[in-house]
């Protein structure tokens, strides 16, 4: 009975929400009256002539409220003086019945965003965002744990799918798509994850791997229940307003509210919504529209560092200092605990787009599966927009670029002759319901774009001749046509002919990004340990965001009541490098970028100091180290690709390491320095090893996939079973020397007709 009445309350808000115009007048908001009372000067959520805030103003009116602002947070709006008590309750009808300073908070947002917004706040508890599931396999795995399969297991918090694999929202032909993923990968589309275990003390004698469930319930900062850290580029709201309330690098408010402290970081930078075109948000003397990336980093800059790379910039380390000074000169800052150099952004971001520009509703809500790897949650491809030079997008058949589906195990009949037909997937005549509704609707000229899956893009439009993406920054961009350039003869970059037409098998095997991103972040073994010895504390990230407080806050939202864990943690990457990325094949079986990301070199020391575990790397049963390579795109592609010779007759890029593995040959033997005798042998009695060996790892380095035989020596991905170094014929192909010769035979075989 408790559901079927919330459900009608629900629906009751929903219709009255719907009905907002109707009861709004020219007097909302009313400055100086219930909460304006205190918070005079505030910004509106967003802006009083959009349906949005007509609504909130209604329904807030309805409650005793005409500005609307117990919609979102409760509170008592009739006391004036007393900021406790306003700040406590709720009007009766209204379905928030407490105070909350969170209003984007998971705990809440059923009463909240999710009053409009239902499907997404459905879905995003269990996106990636929230679950995290993906990068606790990559750690989970690197220590040893689990890494004889490929099933992913756990989230942050206990994540349960109840209705079944197909997506809430998408169309037709994505929710079958879709469908079909999860029955042929049910290790990556789970219908359940648990919650990240404790360390078992009892068994950490035996089993001292298991230390790093601890670890990560300390590493897992950004899902969308944690508020996470509070510090500079971290500085970012709770739940939904994670990503569509602006926060400032510095974490410091610039908005109107005389109540807000200025002088103290940890609050948005403006009390206003991001999200589309629409809705603009006005800071000082500024404005501007769309998510900010700088928005994304404030998760995104940890991990694969995407949407750092994106913007060019290379995380350096996070203790060291590097010049160029700040304005006062000083040594530069950390942002997000890192420092860092100038590279080369990507071409995307230089033309002034956003994330959200690519990444669609279900790539970045989550589409109501649970989500745990990029590779099968995220659904665009260049191709979408950028078609081939023999074809253009919408003369593409479905499926082209997202070869995750395996066609022979398709069980879905229509969906599989749909696929299997050399169908063009055309042009949609209407955006997803899901943009229609709650975003920018552009108008469609000839159509809108299809991604591989089925989905239109309700930014991206065919005008005549020409294909526009609408960014949510407010630009209007053309999308470069690759079947355009191909006919017009108006290549700039005739390498880029000679890879794709000349040698045209390229497109079919290879990530349009294996040869577009110029280069990569690599962090090789990442050195750490684990010491529960001393008393030692650290934040239990988990635990924190899932005691929610009274007001529906957790316990880290005041970057002070952590819920702490034992133990703590140490360590770094061996080195970290900006290179051309080596190559391998992804869970798709196309050739992609590969880079290191945590390669575990693990250390476990017990409460009375006892080391359980020392400079570990992990096995499988097969005998393959567990310091995976793992398929990425790196986001920092330009129009000027990698050289043909980076790849072709290149080892390091093959997979075979520097000089074929004779860099830092023997890290297994530790390495003194002092006064040694022609031998080697060290003559001082006071001497200490000066770098210690590293177990398991005897030969080669920590980029070396192949050893100098062909033998595989660490995985690739520890996500799908299909991602694998390159192929004995790949490696022959690419050792040819007339590879060049045979391409431009090619072309002029083309160009002859």
Known sequence: MGNLKFNAKLALACFMFMLGAAFASADFPAPKKACLACHEGIEPFTAHDTQMAQQIYALGASVGDPNGCVVCHGGNPKELKNAAKAHSGAPKGNLLDFFTPAAGGLSVIDKTCGACHAEQTSSIAKSMMSTDAGKIKVITYGWGLDNEDFKHRYANHHTLDKDGFAPIYGSEIYKSYIKELAAQHEDQFPSELKSIPKTNFAALNNKPEEAVYDYLRNCNACHLMSKGKQQRGHYRGLGCSACHVPYGVEGFYEGGDKAIDKTKPGHMLVHSMQGTRNSKVKVNDGEYSGIQISTCNACHSSGRRVSLQYQGLFPVDRGGAYIPFDDHGKLQQPNATYLY????????????????????????????????????????ECQDCHGTPNK??????????????????????????????????????????????????????????????????????????????????????????????????????????????GAAKHLETMECYACHATWASSYYGYDYSIDFSNGQKMIDWVASAGKIGKNGTPADFDGKSFIMQKGGSAGDYSHARFEEPILGINGEGRVTPLVGVIQTVGTVIDEKGKVLLLNNVAKRNDGMLTIDMQPLNPHTSTREVRECNECHQNTKTMGFGIRMGEFDATPGEPKFMGIKDANGAMLSKHYNVQINAIKNLHTGDFMQILDKDGKQKMRVDSHFEKSSPLSKEQIESLKKDNYLEQAQKNLKKIDAK
């Open 341 to 380: 150099k100038h590279i080369k952004e990507d071409v995307h971001y230089k033309a002034g787009m956003l994330c959200q520009d690519c990444h669609t509703s279900p790539d970045m809500h989550g589409n109501g599966n649970i989500g745990t790897v990029a590779l099968g949650d995220v659904e665009v």
């Open 392 to 501: 253009y997008p919408w003369g593409l058949k479905l499926g082209v670029g997202d070869e995750l589906l395996n066609l022979a195990d398709t069980k879905d009949a229509n969906l599989k002759e749909m696929l299997l037909k050399d169908t063009p997937r055309g042009l949609a005549q209407e955006p997803m319901g899901v943009t229609q509704n709650y975003a920018t609707n552009y108008d469609k000229k000839d159509g809108y774009l299809v991604s591989a899956r089925g989905n239109a893009f309700g930014n991206v439009i065919k005008d005549g001749d020409k294909v526009i993406l609408h960014s949510a920054s407010g630009k209007n961009l053309e999308v470069p046509i690759l079947k355009d350039i191909e006919k017009k003869g108006a290549w700039k970059n005739q390498q880029g002919r000679l890879a794709m037409v």
